[in-house]
Every structure is written in structure tokens, then in C-alpha cells.
């Protein structure tokens, strides 16, 4: 990375008490299975995985989210049990809806074209929305134990998310930069 470059990504954050509540599982992971790298960054649904940008840049970025962000609607989101990819990540599985893939394709695509911003991984996978509890140091072992213990599970909430979260990476932890108000409220008739 250049000397002004830093780590950014944009994700859609849940309201701060389902935050607490999922942080809480982050920690027990921590705890229970010495896997702490989900606490290096708030509860979030990654809608564009982490990208170089140009601190010098960063007013262009955010303009753009800005104006994303004004005409896009805000989203319903239900998280629902727990998922994992195996051997080492475990989730809150995020219901799949049209609205939320819209919105991940549109921002993603706008990204593309407007900023040549392009996660190539992302471009040959289908989007799966989640929110990570533990992964990277969790252990195959500790998975291995980890996951029947979550994996029936309960938990389960319903909200809504009306803005885009701009996360920047402070070298050890993704910290909140910006966030921008979806605006296109429609009205029904």
C-alpha cells in the first residue's frame, strides 16, 4: 500500500442493541474458543468487501456515497440462526431478500463504474449476506466444537437499515468513517 492508502469497506450496520447483543457472542467465542478477530470490527452485513483508497480521495468516496446513499431506500433486514463456512467461520445467517441483494449489486456495480473500485472475488460468487461471530483464529478444532453448539441455536431479529456505513481500517481495527442516510423514502399510496 502507498503511504496515504488506507483499508475501507461499506457494510450496513444493525441498530446498536442488536450490535450489543452479537458483540456479547463475539466475546464468548473469545473467551470460549481464543478466537477474537470478529471483535476487530462492529456487527455488520459487508456489502463491498475492503478496498485501497486514497486518504487524499476520501472527500470523492464519500460525495459518491452520499449521492448512492440518496437514492437508495432504506432496507428491511431479518437475521435468522446461526450458519458457518466450514472449517473456520461461524455467522448470524442473514435472510437472503431481493432488497438487499439490489442493494449490494447496485452499490457494487456503481462502484465499479464510477470509481473502478472492484472486488474480483465477489464477482465470480454469489452475494451471501451475514454477520460473522467468529472466524480467521477459530481453529478447525475449535470449530469443530463450536459449531454444533450454535448451530441449532436460536436468535432472531427484524429492523431496519437506512444508511450506508463507510468502516476504515486504523492499521488494527475497522472503525466507523462515515455514514450516509438512504433518502429515497417512498410514501404508500
Not at 476487530?40 to 478496498?51: A, D, E, N, V
Not at 454444533?148 to 492499521?171: C, K, M, N, W
Amino acid at each position: 500500500m502507498k503511504p496515504s492508502e488506507r483499508l475501507f469497506f461499506i457494510a450496513l450496520l444493525p441498530p446498536q442493541k442488536i450490535q450489543n447483543q452479537i458483540t456479547e457472542i463475539k466475546h464468548y467465542f473469545a473467551q470460549t474458543y481464543n478466537s477474537r478477530h470478529a471483535l476487530k470490527s462492529p456487527p455488520h452485513i459487508t456489502l463491498q468487501p475492503p478496498f485501497k483508497w486514497l486518504i487524499e480521495d476520501l472527500t470523492t468516496l464519500e460525495h459518491h456515497l452520499t449521492t448512492f446513499a440518496l437514492n437508495s431506500s432504506p432496507i428491511p433486514i431479518t437475521l435468522s440462526g446461526f450458519n458457518a463456512f466450514p472449517p473456520r467461520v461461524l455467522f448470524v445467517n442473514v435472510i437472503k431478500t431481493p432488497e438487499l441483494i439490489n442493494l449490494q449489486q447496485a452499490l457494487m456495480n456503481d462502484l465499479e463504474q464510477q470509481l473502478n473500485i472492484v472486488h474480483e472475488v465477489s464477482k465470480k460468487r454469489s452475494f451471501s449476506p451475514h454477520v460473522t461471530v467468529a472466524f480467521k483464529d477459530l481453529t478447525p478444532t475449535a470449530f469443530k466444537t463450536a459449531w454444533p453448539e450454535f448451530a441449532q441455536r436460536p436468535i432472531y431479529f427484524e429492523f431496519t437499515v437506512s444508511e450506508l456505513t463507510l468502516l476504515i481500517h486504523d492499521g488494527q481495527n475497522w472503525n466507523i468513517k462515515a455514514q450516509f442516510p438512504f433518502l429515497n423514502i417512498t410514501f404508500p399510496q
